[in-house]
C-alpha cells in the first residue's frame, strides 16, 4: 500500500536553529498538508499546498514557516528560527481528490531545547 | 472554542465489548466528517461521512452521522486489544483544500 514517508523521525535541535522537515507524499496524489500535533494536544492544521503553491494556512503558520516542493516529489516544511514551543510532532498528509480522505506520514517528532 | 468535541476522552473496556465513540460539532455548513485511528504516530483513515443517516461499516466498526443533532457515533463491536488507540474525528470544514478540525481523540484501553 502505498505510503507517505517523512523524515527525519526525530530531530533535535536548538532554540533559534533553522529545520527542514522532509515528506515523501504518494505519487500520484495532488494536495499536500502539513499538521503538527503538540503532546497531549489535538492535531492542527498548519498548511495546505496544491499546484506548486500555498492554498491555504493556518494562524499558526506564520512568517518562520515556508513549505516547498523543490523537486516533484519532496514536500518540505522549514521553520526558520525555532522556538520552544515549536517542538511537536510534525504530520505530512497527501490526497488524490476532495473530498477521501487522506493518507497522513509517519511523523516527525521535533524537540527544540 | 472547540468546533469538534469528543467525548469520552478516554475509555476502559474488556476484550469483547461494544463501545460507543462520540464527535459532536458546532459547524453547520462542511463538507465531511471523518475518523481516524492513531496507535503510535500517523492517523489512518477509518471513514468518511458526507450524508446524514447513512451508515459506513468496515468489519467491527461502523459510524453514521446526524447533520440535524450534529454528531457523529463510531461503534466498535466485540472489541479486541488490537482496537487500543486514539480516535479521531475530524471535519473537512472551509478552505478550498480540504484542511481539516481535530477534535482532542478518544483513547480507547481493552483490557484482555
Known amino acids: 500500500e502505498p505510503e507517505v514517508t517523512q523524515t527525519p523521525s526525530h530531530q533535535v535541535t536548538q532554540m533559534g536553529q533553522e529545520v527542514i522537515l522532509r515528506c515523501v507524499p504518494i505519487s500520484n496524489h495532488l494536495y499536500f498538508y502539513w499538521y503538527r500535533q503538540i503532546l497531549g494536544q489535538k492535531v492542527e492544521f498548519l498548511v495546505s499546498?496544491?499546484?506548486?503553491?500555498?492554498?491555504?494556512k493556518s494562524e499558526i503558520f506564520d512568517d518562520q514557516f515556508s513549505v516547498e516542493r523543490p523537486d516533484g516529489s519532496n514536500f518540505t516544511l522549514k521553520i526558520r528560527s525555532t522556538k520552544l514551543e515549536d517542538s511537536a510532532m510534525y504530520f505530512c498528509?497527501?490526497?488524490?481528490?476532495?473530498?477521501?480522505?487522506?493518507?497522513f506520514g509517519s511523523g516527525t517528532r521535533l524537540t527544540v531545547v | 472554542e472547540d468546533k469538534v468535541v469528543q467525548s469520552p476522552l478516554s475509555l476502559v473496556v474488556h476484550e469483547g465489548d461494544t463501545v460507543t465513540l462520540n464527535c459532536s460539532y458546532e459547524?453547520?455548513?462542511?463538507?465531511?466528517l471523518l475518523w481516524y485511528k492513531q496507535e503510535k504516530k500517523a492517523p489512518t483513515f477509518l471513514f468518511m461521512l458526507t450524508s446524514s443517516g447513512i451508515e459506513k461499516k468496515s468489519g467491527r466498526l461502523s459510524s453514521i452521522l446526524d447533520k440535524k443533532e450534529l454528531f457523529s457515533i463510531l461503534n466498535i463491536t466485540a472489541t479486541q486489544t488490537g482496537d487500543s488507540a486514539v480516535y479521531l474525528c475530524?471535519?473537512?470544514?472551509?478552505?478550498?483544500?480540504?484542511?481539516?478540525?481535530f477534535g482532542k481523540g478518544t483513547k480507547l484501553s481493552v483490557k484482555p
Open positions: 498528509a497527501s490526497g488524490m481528490t476532495r473530498p477521501y480522505g487522506y493518507t
Open positions: 475530524a471535519l473537512d470544514y472551509g478552505g478550498s483544500q480540504g484542511n481539516l478540525i
Open positions: 459547524v453547520t455548513n462542511f463538507r465531511s
Open positions: 499546498f496544491y499546484n506548486n503553491e500555498i492554498s491555504e
